[in-house]
Every structure is written in structure tokens, then in C-alpha cells.
């Protein structure tokens, strides 16, 4: 049998003895039988002393104000943590050291009074705040307890007071999904224990929708009391990260390893053992009785949820560690419904981990296990493809995987393989990350945008394409994984993100896809009254391929192709020449203007004489009729950048409604290419309807026009030169949001 399935049966059958056992523990934390009988069907049960991490009622201004009282008036003790600055994060970071005395060497957190600057060579990993909402605030990592609008009550999150975004909303466990609650923490060194360490107080724990059974039976043993913490924390494989004196090359990771200890941080760190002896261990069940997490168990179960109604669904193995729902989710995903994920329609990352264990879990290097839910279902559909540690298929090996959806497509190589690494890409090191180009559909630089094309690399000039479902309706293909047209590249280059004047959205920017090199981890951290120290310490640590004993020569473990054909520059890929299109595309001008003028801007590249042809198309307007039809060609010399078309129109006297024509672009030469190519010319009537039978003996003291327009001047619709350069846009590489 599967092993997830042996632990989803054993923590099914442990969940009925759980249910009672609570009964116990809450009489003997003072409330007899007797009691529990005569109160109604729910009742409010209060157990006193339960173990919980310190929550303080503002975050630390500063480093001082953490350190003060040795660093636990907070839940998060910063011990072997100190303030610093990085290239990519314009609010701070903090890094992480291996301990008090390395982090002591580097700076003391009181003289001086700033931190130095540069990337400390000893830090392990950092931690930074800059969250898509602007919810963060230092130090990065809070603790929340007893959130009974949160699943299950008790979380470690980013740290933040509220979400400006949302209406100031107050920051805690139970914000929606997708409001940043993941803590962002980013590794620098593989192999080498990540210590964060939490301090723990007690704090009484009640229960209010506590469901009142008969009882019987022994009511002297406490235990199965205890507070539940989802640790959310989303980690980045940064090992490229250049420091103060070294230049490293990164490293892919196999996986990664949690394990859960008391006494401190370094080699004060001494691993727990399980719940029962040291009353802190990862939780392990799937479901457990909603009561725990004051709940009435009257209540449905979640739609989604494995678990049947009155129970509480927990530890999920296949969520270990997974890419952006953006990046890999299915279409039933409510956070990317109803599209799902980028490369493909069903999840990817790290998962389930080889070792499940109290107090440690762990990604593992033997052979692959594509492991099965409670259901039977396989969390991964792909044949694993040789690789060892729980890395997913799908992201292993898009090229095997993802490319059979596409029709003819050929990719260079497995271009992702192992977990990918990136440096500072503030400094254009984005390690072995490849780019895309993200469409940004309100306008707002400081939204992230979604990935609409990516870079293959295959050659110096070849190609960008699309990911697994061009169309977005959540189906692979058509064209799945096709190469990006001219004319969609060039839609693409007229309209680039951050100029100061702009078309309406979409806009699209050149980012580098970091979410490839980054991982969600959700694990629970149980805490019972037998439970006793003053704090407890989560060691982190990231496993490199070389410690696996995995060589360049295995599969997975090379350079990725764009690391020897980064995407080009705008005139390496586009061309000097430009993109010629009609700028704006759509004008309205009155039947006695006399003419239409139309613009026609050039964009990504100004070098060279260029020309392009048009000619008018009749709509409802008819050529000759109500404008005079043109045909011609358009040229541009070398440094111009705008052209105008103008058309004759026609003023004849019969009352009509507004009328239509277009103008086509055709023919680009001298290395130009064709942007919007279409524009179109709205006529207004400027004629009144006269009734010439009517006779009036009244004589008006204010001459009208005969035609009932007082203004007959020629009314001349300038233009707007953009100057939008692509080169620009993909010269400035910026960094996709993590």
C-alpha cells in the first residue's frame, strides 16, 4: 500500500480516539463530568497554561527594540539574525547567520548604529518584506494565535499591522488567499542548517463551540490538547548570490529538509524527539475533529477538502512545497480558476516528502516515488523521468512532459531539471532564471502581471513562445507552447510598461521569471501541554545536487539554454528598423473638416530609411461618396519617427448618421514590421433637415448658417508622437515580484 495512504488511514482511525481523549484533558483541566452534562449541547470550556509562540501586540521599530530583553518580547527571537541591506529588496532585509557569534561578527546590532553594507560571505539565508500589497513590515516573520476565523487558529506569517490595499485591513491568518501572508525567506548557502528560532509562552486556550457527549470511561489523562501552527513560508533557491568577498555560482537543490528542535540556534540545537516526550512535533494527521479548532462539528467539511463533515483537514503532503499557482495549479484552483497554471494544469514542486516524521520532514535523494492522494489519484500524471528526490515530473522535464501537448514542438533540452538558482538581479545576475514577457492588464507597475511569453533559447535568435494554453480557457493548445508571432511581438513592443504616456492597458515588460526558483511550504507545528521550554528553534536545510552525488553530466543538472543565449536585446531580436502602427487607431471628425488626419508613429527602433503603403477602405462611408479614396506609401527617414496620412472628405448637404471608413497599413520595408494596422474615421453630419414648404412670417434677429453649423472653420486633429522604445523595455529587465 501507498505510504500516504497508510498515514491517511492511521490518521483517520487516531482522529476517533483524539475525540475523546480531549474529553479527558478538559476534565482534568477542571471541569468535571457533572458540569460538562448540565450545560447546553455547546458549551465554553476554558484549558489554562497551553503552550503558545509569544505574540506581541506591535511589531519591533528596529533592531534595538527586537534585541531588547534578549530578543523575546517577539515571536520570532533574532538571536543569530541581523539587519541588512540587498540589491533586489528597497525596504531591507534581515539576514540569517549560523549563529549568535557569526552574527555578532558581522554586526551587533548596536555599534554602529547602521549595519554595514554588502552581502555578509556568512550569511545562510535572508529574509526581506517587500510583499505584493505592501502589507510587510520588519522583521519579516509574525505569529499569530487563536485566529478562530483561520482553519486552524494559529499561524506563522509574514509580518505586517494591515493590508493598505484592502481597506487597511488588519493582517493576521485568516486574510484571504493571495493577500501575502507567506513569510519570503531566500537561501544563500546549500547544505548548511537555516536556524530561525520562535519564543513560546503559555496562554490559556477556550473553546467555545465545545460539543458536549456523553461521557465515560477513564477521565484522568491529559492529553490531545494543543495549538496547531501553520508555518507559511514561501523560500527562493538564491545560492547565486554573490557576497562581500566571494563570487559563487549557485547550485541547483534536490530538496530540502525541516526538522524541529529546542535549546537554540547552531550547536545549541538539539532535535526533538516526538509529541509525547517533548510535546512539539510536526503534525501529521490529515483530518482532525473540528472541535479542536473550535468548531462545531455540525458544520460541512470544505468543498474541496479531504476530509469527511465535522473534521478539519490539515497536513496535505502533496503541498510540502509547490511552484506559484500561477506557474502549475489545476483550473479548479481557486486562486487561478478558471485558467490554471502557466506550464501546465495540474501542480508541481517538491512533493510529498520520502521522510515524514514528528519532528522532521524531508524531500529525500533516493528514486522518485510518484505518490497517490487518499483517493488514489496521482498527485503527479507525468512518468517520472530518473530523477531522485521528489522534484515533480512536470517541472523536471518540461520538454518530455508538457511538450507533448504541443503539435510539432521541439525544445532545446530539459530546460528547468533540478530546483533553478538565482543571484542579485539588480546587478543582471539572474543565475540560471530565464525572462519572459509579462502582460500587465490595469496599468499599474506596482501589480504584478502575468507570464505571457517566455524565452526558449534554443539558439541566439530563437524564439519566444507561448506557455501550455495560448488562449487562456484552460485547456492545453491549441498551438501549445507554440513560438510567438512577428506581429504579436510587435503589438507587444508598442506598448511598453512605465512610459509616462500610454495607451490604454494591456502593457508588457521584460521580467525575470523568478517564480521558477522558488517554492510555497506549508507544514503544521503542534504544541502540547507537554510542552515546557521557553522557545523552540525550525532548522531549514537546502540540499544541493553535488550532496545528493549528482554530477553536470546528470540529467537535470546542467545550465538551463538561456544561460548561454540570454534573451537579446530589442535590435538583436526585433531589428534597428521599428514597428510601424496607427497611433491612436481610432478618430472622428465632422463632415465639413474638410480632411482626416491619422497618425502613424514608429516604435522599437528608429534606425534606417524605412516605408510602408496604405490605402482607404470604404465602411458605411463610401469612397468618393463622402471621402476622397487614397492609396500610397508612406517613408520615413532615418531617425523619424511619425508620419501623417491625410484624407479629403466629401460635404454634400443630405442629412445622414455617422459614417465609417478604415485605413490599412500594408508592405513594411527597409527591416520594419507591421504593428496595429488598422485605423478608422468616423464622419458626423454637420447637415440639419430644412422643410422648404413651410412658410414663417417670423424674421429671426441672429442670421443662421444654412447649413445650422455657426462654426465653419476647419477643424484639424493634431497628433501625439510617442516615442515609445522597445529597446528600452527589454534593456530594462525588472524583476517579476516574488
Given amino acids: 500500500m501507498n505510504n500516504s495512504i497508510e498515514r491517511n488511514s492511521v490518521s483517520r482511525s487516531a482522529n476517533k480516539m483524539i475525540k475523546c481523549s480531549l474529553i479527558k484533558a478538559l476534565v482534568v483541566a477542571g471541569f468535571g463530568a457533572s458540569a460538562l452534562v448540565s450545560v447546553a449541547a455547546y458549551a465554553a470550556v476554558t484549558v489554562p497554561d497551553v503552550p503558545a509562540i509569544v505574540q506581541s501586540a506591535t511589531l519591533p521599530a528596529d533592531m534595538t527594540e527586537w534585541m531588547a530583553n534578549g530578543g523575546t518580547n517577539y515571536s520570532w527571537n533574532p538571536e543569530n539574525v541581523r539587519l541588512g541591506q540587498h540589491p533586489d529588496r528597497s525596504l531591507g532585509v534581515v539576514y540569517i547567520f549560523p549563529d549568535k557569534v557569526t552574527a555578532d561578527a558581522w554586526w551587533d546590532g548596536v555599534t554602529p548604529e547602521t549595519p554595514p553594507a554588502g552581502i555578509p560571505n556568512d550569511a545562510v539565508a535572508y529574509i526581506h518584506w517587500k510583499l505584493d500589497n505592501n502589507s510587510g513590515e520588519f522583521p519579516g516573520i509574525m505569529a499569530k494565535t487563536d485566529d478562530k476565523n483561520f482553519k486552524t487558529n494559529n499561524c506563522l506569517m509574514s509580518s505586517g499591522t494591515t493590508i493598505p490595499e484592502d481597506g487597511g485591513q488588519v493582517k493576521t491568518c485568516s486574510n484571504p488567499q493571495g493577500s501575502s501572508k507567506r513569510f519570503k525567506l531566500v537561501v544563500l548557502k546549500a547544505d548548511e542548517p537555516i536556524d530561525l528560532m520562535f519564543n513560546t509562552t503559555t496562554k490559556e486556550l477556550v ?13 484522568t489523562v491529559l492529553d490531545d490538547v494543543f495549538r496547531n501552527y501553520r508555518y507559511i513560508m514561501k523560500f527562493g533557491n538564491g545560492t547565486g548570490t554573490d557576497s562581500d568577498t566571494e563570487v559563487r555560482d549557485g547550485t541547483r537543490l534536490v530538496g530540502f529538509k525541516l526538522e524541529l528542535g529546542t535549546g537554540g540556534v547552531g550547536g545549541d540545537f538539539a532535535k526533538t524527539t516526538d509529541e509525547t516526550t517533548d510535546g512539539l512535533a510536526y503534525e501529521l494527521a490529515l483530518c ?14 470544505d468543498g474541496t477538502s479531504d476530509c469527511p463533515a465535522g473534521e478539519t483537514e490539515v497536513w496535505l503532503e502533496n503541498e510540502y512545497a509547490t511552484f506559484s499557482p ?32 514528528e519532528n522532521e520532514f524531508d524531500s529525500g535523494d533516493g528514486a522518485y516515488v510518484p505518490n497517490v492522494d487518499s483517493s488514489g489519484a496521482l498527485y503527479d500524471p507525468y512518468t517520472a523521468f530518473g530523477q531522485i528526490g521528489q522534484i515533480t515530473s512536470n517541472y523536471f522535464d518540461v520538454a518530455s512532459a508538457q511538450g507533448t501537448f504541443g503539435s510539432g514542438v521541439t525544445f532545446p533540452e530539459n530546460m528547468f531539471g533540478y530546483l533553478m538558482f538565482y543571484g542579485v538581479f539588480a546587478n543582471g545576475d539572474p543565475g540560471n532564471i530565464s525572462s519572459g514577457i509579462y502582460i500587465d492588464d490595469d496599468g499599474d507597475p506596482a501589480t504584478e502581471g502575468g507570464l505571457y511569453a517566455w524565452w526558449d533559447a534554443s539558439s541566439p535568435t530563437c524564439c519566444f513562445r507561448w506557455g501550455i494554453d495560448p488562449d487562456l480557457d484552460g485547456n492545453p493548445g491549441p498551438d501549445a507552447f507554440g513560438i510567438v508571432s512577428d506581429a504579436d511581438l510587435a503589438y507587444v513592443a508598442s506598448r511598453p510598461m512605465g512610459e509616462t ?5 494591456p502593457y508588457f515588460e521584460i521580467g525575470y521569471m523568478d517564480d521558477l526558483g522558488g517554492l510555497n511550504s506549508d ?29 553536470t553530466v546528470d540529467e537535470g543538472v546542467a545550465d538551463s539554454p538561456w544561460v548561454a543565449n540570454p534573451i537579446p536585446a530589442a535590435e538583436d ?15 472622428t471628425v465632422a463632415e465639413n473638416d474638410g480632411s482626416a488626419v491619422v497618425t502613424v508613429e514608429r516604435v522599437g527602433g528608429t534606425a534606417g530609411i524605412i516605408s510602408v503603403g496604405y490605402t482607404t477602405k470604404s465602411g458605411t462611408a463610401i469612397d468618393s461618396e463622402d471621402f476622397v479614396p487614397d492609396t500610397a506609401t508612406l517613408s520615413f527617414a532615418d531617425g523619424e519617427t511619425s508620419k501623417t496620412i491625410t484624407v479629403a472628405l466629401v460635404n454634400d448637404t443630405a442629412v445622414e448618421s455617422d459614417e465609417t471608413f478604415e485605413i490599412l497599413l500594408s508592405n513594411a520595408q527597409g527591416g520594419a514590421t507591421l504593428g496595429t494596422s488598422t485605423a478608422t474615421v468616423t464622419i458626423t453630419d454637420t447637415d440639419t433637415d430644412t422643410d422648404t414648404d413651410t412658410v414663417t412670417d417670423t424674421v429671426t434677429d441672429t442670421p443662421v448658417s444654412s447649413d445650422g453649423d455657426s462654426n465653419n472653420g476647419l477643424f484639424s486633429l493634431g497628433w501625439i508622437t510617442f516615442g515609445l522604445v522597445f529597446i528600452g523595455l527589454l534593456g530594462r529587465l525588472r524583476r517579476k515580484k516574488s
Fill in 207 to 219: 473553546y467555545s463551540n465545545y460539543e458536549e457527549p456523553p461521557l465515560t470511561g477513564d477521565l
Fill in 288 to 301: 482532525i475533529a473540528d472541535r479542536y479548532f473550535d468548531e462545531k462539528s455540525s458544520q460541512p467539511s
Fill in 326 to 357: 500561477s506557474m502549475y495549479s489545476l483550473i479548479t484552483d481557486k486562486r487561478t480558476t478558471p485558467v490554471g497554471g502557466y506550464w501546465d494544469k495540474n501542480p508541481a514542486g517538491i512533493f510529498a516528502p520520502q521522510i515524514q516524521a
Fill in 501 to 505: 504616456v500610454q495607451l490604454d492597458p
Fill in 523 to 551: 507544514t503544521f507545528i503542534k504544541m502540547t501541554k507537554t510542552f515546557t521550554g521557553n522557545s523552540f528553534t525550525i532548522r531549514m536545510t537546502a540540499q544541493s545536487t553535488a550532496t545528493a552525488g549528482l554530477t
Fill in 573 to 587: 531580436f526585433f531589428g534597428t528598423a521599428g514597428v510601424l502602427q496607427f497611433n491612436p487607431v481610432s478618430y
